[in-house]
């Protein structure tokens, strides 16, 4: 029994009162570049998945609190989060430096968008 | 050539109080080199390597496991046989391997326990019975020994359903494969490697892949835990840990592992002589012949590689049983457990050749793959040996997803496989 906590509303609770939505940031090719998508972006977009045997990100709902979708880290094999955080935010720093692939790269693109946001503002 | 097992060996050993027995199989140490390794020795690796031997002569083969044979999936399943599945690819599939374990004893000289003692799919809603009925006129139209029952029909032949029109999911009918049934899932991994061995193929346990060797993007050989093992051709049968294997090689898999649990009673008198298989409330039950219910239902929502499963989604599965059989409230449970089912978006395989040029991948079963062994060994086997995919195994190919062609039975399927 996993138990959870909504970093919107502050709910604890245990599965049962949340809905596990797989996979977190997930970049949707089409958003970014509607007019060339190729298949194997698309593939990628909705059904290649990372599945690593450690620490994972994913989308938890809140269904019986506030109903608002947020982001959790956990690890697969010991099932310990490791972190909540809201649905537009980053992870805490020591978990994006773990991550790999295009959770890495995803992060490192966000990172750059802010910064660079920052620094025209 | 091993001794056959038969009612002469049985009695020959008996006389020596059964301290004769041979080995079933060797414990080799890997050799320097095969022309092909299967990565899993669970039950789809097994009867890939002893078809391989059995059909294509490729004998000079190896499989390696990370713990002991059939310790995975093959042995946490609820030994479900069925081939009613709704799409045609489906159908061949699994219509291939229910009919090869019609004989599967005989062939392989091992007791399956192959019991067709039919399979009975309830329909508790009408959505759920118009589903079934298209699922019926599909399967009907591939030749399949279905049938839709009654509900007067269903109690006649599962006695112990709850057939109050009043409940809050009533049966409004079922669908019916008699010659579907129940197996002994151990019996098939161990039949299988038994096969296998004798052929010649060196089954080396405790024997964890830890690399994927590559040359310009061929295979030439894998790392593993007892040495490195030269070899051009390398099938991946791993179930929920495929896509850690095939990260090694740089393959990304369209998978998500999660936990499904089973459950058994204790053990009671015959109640129950065929499979029943309740979708709509999540739950399937059928009796061993040691007596004992076993029981499954559906997977927990979110990715696990622990084989420990949630307390809901158990209580889940049992309070929807107990809805459907009232007369097992009050049965004590003996044992539950978990296993790592690897799930793909349209919850159908994949059996296929890669990017990686001499890596095959068999993996994708999900909730559902003990009814599948001998038909996806058969398929895999002919695959790796001829270097092409198996015209059955083509529609289950790793480029269906960028294609858009999927194998949709996750409506079909849904929970109970």
Redesign the interface.
Same mark, same amino acid.
């Given at each position: 029994m996993l138990v959870v906590k909504c970093p919107v509303c502050g709910a604890e609770g245990d599965e049962t009162d949340f809905h596990a939505a797989g996979q977190a940031h997930v970049r949707r090719p089409a958003t970014y570049d509607p007019a060339h998508v190729t298949d194997e972006e698309q593939r990628d977009y909705l059904f290649i998945r990372h599945n690593p045997k450690g620490l994972h990100f994913e989308r938890w709902r809140c269904d019986r609190g506030c109903g608002k979708w947020f982001h959790a880290a956990r690890d697969t094999v010991t099932m310990e989060f490791k972190a909540f955080y809201g649905i537009t935010e980053l992870p805490p720093a020591e978990l994006m430096a773990q991550a790999k692939g295009t959770w890495a790269e995803y992060f490192a693109n966000r990172l750059k968008a802010e910064s660079s946001k920052e620094s025209g503002a | 050539m091993k001794p056959r097992y038969s009612v002469f060996s049985l009695a020959r050993n008996a006389m020596n109080y059964h301290k004769d027995w041979e080995r079933a199989w060797r414990s080799p140490n890997p050799k320097a080199e095969y022309d092909a390794v299967i990565v899993g020795a669970g039950g789809h690796g097994l009867a890939t390597a002893y078809y391989l031997a059995k059909n294509h002569k490729m004998t000079n083969i190896a499989v390696v496991e990370k713990g002991w044979l059939g310790g995975g999936n093959t042995g946490r399943n609820t030994t479900i046989i069925r081939s009613n599945y709704l799409q045609d690819p489906s159908i061949a599939i699994y219509e291939l391997a229910r009919s090869l374990y019609e004989d599967l004893s005989q062939d392989l000289n091992y007791n399956v326990m192959f019991s067709p003692r039919g399979v009975l799919m309830l329909c508790q809603t009408q959505h759920e019975f118009r589903a079934f009925q298209r699922t019926a006129h599909a399967n009907r139209l591939a030749g399949l020994d279905c049938r839709m029952v009654t509900p007067a029909e269903v109690k006649e032949i599962v006695p112990i359903i709850n057939d109050d029109p009043n409940c809050r999911y009533p049966i409004l009918g079922a669908y019916y494969q008699p010659r579907g049934g129940t197996g002994r899932h151990d019996a098939v991994a161990w039949g299988y490697a038994r096969g296998a061995d004798s052929m010649g193929v060196d089954i080396i346990q405790n024997c964890e892949v830890t690399g994927i060797q590559r040359d310009g993007g061929k295979v030439v050989g894998l790392e593993t835990t007892r040495g490195v093992i030269r070899t051009k051709k390398i099938g991946v049968v791993t179930a929920g840990?495929v896509? %850690?294997i095939m990260d090694m090689a740089g393959v #990304?898999? *369209?998978?998500? @592992?999660q936990c499904l649990q089973a459950l058994v009673s204790e053990p009671i008198k015959p109640v129950i002589d065929c499979v029943v298989m309740a979708n709509t409330v999540h739950g399937y039950m059928s009796q061993s012949d040691k007596g004992e219910l076993v029981i499954g239902g559906g997977t927990d *929502?979110?990715?696990?590689? @622990?084989q #420990?499963g @949630?307390?809901?989604a158990l209580e889940h599965t049992v309070a929807a049983l107990v809805e459907t059989f009232p007369i097992i409230s009050r049965l004590r449970m003996l044992r539950m457990w978990g296993g790592i089912v690897d799930m %793909? /978006?349209d919850r159908s395989p994949i059996i296929s050749k890669t990017p990686v040029d001499g890596l095959y991948v068999n993996c994708g079963w999900g909730t559902g793959g003990f009814k599948a062994i001998p038909g996806s060994g058969w398929v895999f086997a002919d695959t790796i040996a001829n270097d092409r995919p198996h015209p059955i195994a083509e529609p289950f190919g790793l480029n269906r997803?960028?294609? /858009?062609r999927l194998i949709d039975e996750s409506v079909a399927a849904a929970v109970a496989h």
């Open positions: - | 840990h896509s %850690t #990304r898999m *369209p998978i998500e @592992s *929502p979110y990715n696990n590689y @622990s #420990r @949630s307390f809901p %793909t /978006g997803f960028q294609e /858009g």
